[in-house]
Each structure stands twice: as structure tokens, then as C-alpha cells.
């Protein structure tokens, strides 16, 4: 059996990072096009490694998710550039073109495809490696054997040890770290006064959220703060599930395709010249 290594990509990421790094482009028609331009260029050079045998790349096609259904104050595409948000349409056109499988998320995020992808595909026989292309931190919960997270602006990759020496937790404790310290791109607030370096102590001693000792007696360890630590943690208790919730990826999305359909064949020639042409550039 060939060894088969899957890549699954963080479209909206990307888009965006390349939205804020390329110049601007105008199609014939005036629209702005830069970033889409600049996200193919930056698969097919993906592509072109050889390193990976399966491609899928995913988006967040509509910016709100369940999420946004739970708490009021989770991330929207309020205040979104209109230049960005007009591209999301054509970037995926563009990445299908190139022949990456697409995961067009609407109920679900782009982090909830990736999750499922990599957690769905990872323990089939002849999957040797996931790799989830992305710096963004909630992923890393991901992470274990068989399965990194790539930060390809940096060209680093996170395995269990590198997410550990990050973090300052393991892998699975992510969401619970979430939760406590807040993420701010995604607008969770987090607990107040738990920062970084308490939250990653105090998880690693106890592990999840509701092996926290309630009791300020029973925190056998030194930790900077403590009483009002738990102070805070038995006042927030309700919140502080729901910010864990909302931190943790989902890996049952029903992505729609076998392993097989994402195999890397190439560009899909006949669609490459469509855009071309309809774009006035050379993807």
C-alpha cells in the first residue's frame, strides 16, 4: 500500500495573509483581485513540493458559524475590509482550479473542517502523516501522533513537544487553556486574572477545568495569585464551560469527500484558462 501524506490548508488564513502582503490587482473588469492571485500562486508553489499526496484547502465561505448562535460576542465579519470579503468567492474558484479539494464552510468553520479532516483521515492505514497548515493556536489541539500543525509563514511545525513548549500545555487542555486565558481573535474573553503563565501551570498540575480544586487548600502547588484566581474561576464558572465550548474544534463535520477524492492530480487545465482569461492574469 503507498504511503499517503494529507495537507489540509487554512484558506481563510491565507487569504488573508495575502490580502495584507500582496499588492493590489485589478481584474479587467476593476475588481480587486490581489489576494486571490496571491493564494494560488502560494498553492501551486504547495503543490509543486511533492511533499504531500492529498490537498484540501478550507474557507470559511460565511464568516458567522453555530457559534455565533451561543455567544453574543464571538467573532462576525463586522468590519471585514469589502475588498477582502469580495474575494472569498473567487478564492475558492481559484483553489478548485488548481485541484485542491475545497471545504466550503457555512454552519461550520474553516478550523472545524481542518479538525475533522486531520482527526477523520489520520489512523487510515496508509496515512502516514496529517500535517494542518496554520498558525493559529486553537488547532494545536489537534496535535498528537501522526498529526502537526504548520505555521508556513515561519516554516515551523508544531508536533505534541513543540505545542507543550508553546502552549505551556498538551495538546488535548487547548480549549480548557482557551477558555481561561480568552482568545481574542475569536472574541472569547476569557477569566479574569488568569494569564498565560498561571493558566498553563495550573492545567498542567490538575488537568481540565473541573479537576480545579474549588478549594484553595487542596492547590498543592505555588502559583502566583492563587486565592483570587479561584476567586474569579467560582464566579465565572457557567462562562468559563461555555468559553471551552466555543474553543473546542469540532471533528465530526460531515466533510463529504472519501480520502481518495483529495489526491492531488493537478491543475484543472480547462479551468485555469477560464480564469486567466477572465482574471487578465497567469495563475
Not at 477558555?179 to 474573553?189: F, M, N
Not at 480544586?213 to 502547588?221: F, T
Request: proline residues 4%; aromatic residues 8%; glycine residues 8%.
Amino acid at each position: 500500500m503507498a504511503e499517503s501524506r494529507l495537507c489540509v490548508v487554512d484558506g481563510t488564513y491565507e487569504l488573508f495573509r495575502a490580502f495584507f502582503g500582496a499588492p493590489e490587482r485589478k481584474s479587467p473588469q476593476g475588481d480587486e483581485i490581489g489576494a486571490a492571485v496571491s493564494l494560488g500562486r502560494s498553492l501551486r508553489s504547495l503543490a509543486k513540493t511533492g511533499e504531500f499526496t492529498h490537498l484540501a484547502v478550507a474557507f470559511d465561505t460565511v464568516i458567522e458559524s453555530f457559534r455565533n448562535d451561543l455567544f453574543e460576542g464571538y467573532k462576525t465579519g463586522e468590519g471585514i475590509e469589502p475588498r477582502l470579503l469580495g474575494q472569498f468567492e473567487l478564492a475558492e474558484r481559484v483553489t478548485a482550479a488548481l485541484g485542491f479539494q475545497v471545504f466550503s464552510m457555512r454552519e461550520f468553520e474553516a478550523d472545524d473542517a481542518l479538525a475533522s479532516a486531520a482527526l477523520q483521515f489520520y489512523d487510515l492505514p496508509e496515512v502516514v502523516e496529517v500535517v494542518i497548515a496554520s498558525p493559529d493556536k486553537d488547532l494545536t489541539q489537534c496535535v498528537r501522533p501522526g498529526i502537526t500543525t504548520w505555521d508556513r509563514m515561519r516554516d515551523r511545525r508544531y508536533d505534541e513537544a513543540a505545542v507543550l513548549e508553546k502552549m505551556g500545555v498538551k495538546p488535548l487542555l487547548i480549549p480548557d487553556y482557551l477558555a481561561l486565558v480568552g482568545d481574542s481573535a475569536d472574541g472569547i474573553p476569557g477569566v479574569p486574572r488568569w494569564g498565560a503563565r498561571s493558566t498553563s501551570l495550573v492545567l498542567s498540575h490538575f488537568g481540565h477545568l473541573e479537576q480545579i480544586p474549588r478549594e484553595l487548600e487542596k492547590w498543592d502547588i505555588k502559583v502566583r495569585g492563587a486565592k483570587g484566581l479561584l476567586a474569579h474561576l467560582q464566579e465565572n464558572e457557567e462562562e468559563v464551560l461555555l468559553y471551552r465550548k466555543l474553543a473546542t474544534l469540532r471533528d465530526d463535520v460531515d466533510l463529504e469527500v472519501e480520502f481518495g477524492e483529495m489526491f492531488y492530480n493537478g491543475p484543472v487545465e480547462s479551468l485555469i484558462a477560464q480564469l486567466n482569461d477572465e482574471l487578465g492574469v497567469s495563475l
